[in-house]
């Protein structure tokens, strides 16, 4: 079907954008002069992002500005200054100081969106500690190969996700120093701590120590295909496109409410439900619970929300519930929207033009690039499927593999690998612990995403699919072997292959199939059994949703499994090039 563009003109906007021309702003742009927009530590101690984020605020005009508008799951709210903020990220800062924790040491948080994960980050980066947040539906087996790949030194949860999860881990995990448990009035021990004791007990003053822009901020777990999860490595400096994102993508202007519906258990919970609202000394609206599509629109209407970041998955639901937010909310204030995270359909993108008032603008990028690279700008046309074009500062391309390098595809509309040139401030420094793996990205002076796409003549982006076998459910990343190894953890399974099955509403749902050892057979009950075994280990978020017990699994030459044949099969696709078969020849 043919999606006729949408065009943006003065008359369409609520407020100027702040980009308003694209290509002389491309031609003309530098990363330096984004540098301008910052302060810097005092006494050119370097650069920290919560120094940018939280206390140049604090200690100016925006001290009594709501730097975060928190909506409690059962109804509570809290509204946290600038300045106050500042005092109470300095006393988690102090808080770890006195624990002996210093610079690049792990500080690892499993929280739902409470107003203490939110003080941890920014504490933890005031301290130049690493910030390493693990989703909060993640079951005990993903937290545990975190922490341990992660070296945390600190874990933050409640009582409840410790008793469940993490306390039969901690045997395992000797170099976790303490759990600091948020809801806990006293200290169990040396290594179970009371959080609100620790911060009672702290000074409320603290200075941030000298901080490289190269020193590592966070730590990221993103899924492999081919093994456990690899920590992406982002540092302070990354903050310049969390800055300029914020300016041209977001279009942030002083006034504006901003609600990012990610947990920052993923990168764009943090990367924009932390850094960018801040850095631009805005208010960031966090909500605690899950989707719920009236209390989405009741958030965007009482919260007065301005510029809104949402994923498919999210629209998606809305639109299959009939639910048309402007018809029946005071959406006056609303001025843009943007989704991220998987495909967003042009249905989708359209279906904002009459439910929300304006359309979708879809934008792209991944854990290891640290910040928006790819989006359809405030000012620009709207291509309804296109991702829309590279981020000023940001040089994009489609290339292909040749001669055991790749070359750059010019001719429009032929699908390649989706590229960029390396050096933004955001780009990951490193996959924790293996730098093998961090060097294969790595190709003729081009950083390979992973993902295949095509560029239009006009230089849109379109994307076409991953070209591994990641799989993206609910807008989250989960690696097959992680999966798999779990569900080999099994007494019953012999082997197992795990695919992504396209699903209409989460975009891909977590499907396994399942090999059996010989003295078992498939039976509704093990499958039941299996997918609850799964689910306790892995969590909600990660564990298969259907499994199929199959006597073999097709294999390669090499003895690995063919997931992308299992998919074509599930799919009723060709099976294309079947000759790396095991049994083919
Ligand atoms: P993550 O590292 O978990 O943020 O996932 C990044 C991956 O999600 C990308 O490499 C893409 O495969 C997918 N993705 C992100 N944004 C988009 C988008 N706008 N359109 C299509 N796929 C996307």
């Known amino acids: 079907m043919f999606w006729p563009v949408i065009p943006k003109s003065p008359a369409s906007w609520k407020v100027p954008p702040n980009l308003l021309d694209y290509e002389p702003t491309v031609a003309t742009f530098s990363w330096d002069a984004v540098r301008g927009a910052f302060q810097g530590l005092p006494e050119n101690r370097g650069f920290n992002i919560a120094h940018e984020a939280v206390d140049r605020h604090a ?10 508008r928190w909506l409690g ?23 770890l100081k006195g624990l002996g924790i210093g610079k690049a040491d792990t500080v690892a948080v499993l929280l739902g969106r409470i107003p203490e994960l939110y003080i941890a980050a920014l504490g933890t980066l005031k301290n130049t500690s690493v910030f390493c947040p693990l989703f909060s539906a993640f079951g005990p087996e ?67 120590p000298p901080t490289d822009p190269e020193d590592i901020a966070v730590l990221h777990f993103t899924s492999g295909t081919t093994g456990m999860p690899k920590g992406a490595l982002h540092v302070h400096g ?52 899950d989707f719920d599509a009236v209390r989405w629109c009741r ?65 792209w990028w991944q854990t290891e690039t640290g910040g928006i690279m790819i989006a359809n700008f405030p000012a620009m046309d709207i291509r309804p499927g296109s991702m829309g074009q590279p981020l000023p500062g940001i040089e994009a391309a489609i290339v292909e593999r040749a001669d055991g390098g790749v070359r750059v595809i010019e001719k429009p509309n032929v699908q390649g690998d989706l590229a960029l040139r ?78 992504g099955k396209p699903d209409p509403l989460i975009g891909e749902m977590v499907k396994a199939f399942v090999s059996l050892k010989p003295d078992f057979a498939p039976s509704d009950a093990l499958r039941l059994e299996l997918i609850g075994f799964a689910r306790q280990r892995l969590g909600s978020a990660v564990a298969p949703k259907e499994i199929a017990f199959t006597p073999d699994l097709p294999k390669n030459k090499a003895g690995k499994i063919m997931r992308r ?6 799919l009723g696709l060709p099976e ?10």
């Open 73 to 95: 799951a059962e109804g509570a709210t809290l509204s946290i200054r600038y300045g106050e903020l500042k005092t109470r990220t300095n006393r988690f800062a102090n808080v």
């Open 299 to 363: 958030i965007l209407q009482a919260e007065r929300v301005t510029v809104w970041y949402t994923a498919p998955t999210a629209i998606r639901r809305f639109m299959r519930m009939g639910i048309e937010p402007a018809r029946q909310y005071d959406l006056s204030r609303l001025r843009l929207v943007h989704s991220v995270g998987e495909p967003l359909n042009p249905e989708a993108v359209v279906w904002g033009l009459q439910a929300l008032g304006m359309p979708i603008h879809d934008n």
């Open 238 to 289: 990354a903050a310049l496109t969390h800055y300029l994102t914020g300016q041209y993508v977001m279009d942030f202007h002083p006034d504006d409410v901003f609600w990012c519906t990610a947990d920052p258990g993923w990168v764009t919970g943090t990367s924009y439900g932390i850094i960018a609202p801040l850095l631009h000394g805005i208010t960031n609206v966090v909500d605690e619970a």
């Open 422 to 499: 390396p050096g933004w401030p955001s780009m990951f420094r490193g996959y924790l612990h293996d730098d093998a793996r961090y060097q294969k990205c790595f190709v003729d002076g081009w950083y390979l995403t992973g993902d295949l796409a095509r560029r239009d003549a006009d230089g849109y982006f379109w994307f076409v699919g991953r070209a591994d076998d990641i799989i993206k459910t609910s807008g989250h990343m989960v690696g097959p072997f992680e999966v798999e190894s779990t569900l080999m953890a099994h007494p019953a399974v012999a082997e197992a292959g795990v695919i």
């Open 59 to 68: 200690d100016g005009p925006l001290s009594d500005r709501v730097a975060i």
């Open 142 to 208: 993903p937290v545990y190969q975190r922490l341990s790949r992660g070296d945390a030194k600190i874990l933050l949860t409640t009582e409840r996700a410790y008793r469940q999860k993490v306390a039969p881990l901690m045997a395992r995990l000797p170099r976790l120093q303490s759990v600091l448990l948020v809801d806990a009035r006293e200290h169990a021990s040396d290594r179970l701590l009371s959080l609100p004791r620790l911060m009672a007990e702290a000074a409320d003053a603290f200075v941030i």
């Open 565 to 570: 044949l299992l998919k074509a099969r599930e």
């Open 576 to 585: 294309e090039d079947l000759s790396t078969l095991e049994d083919s020849g």
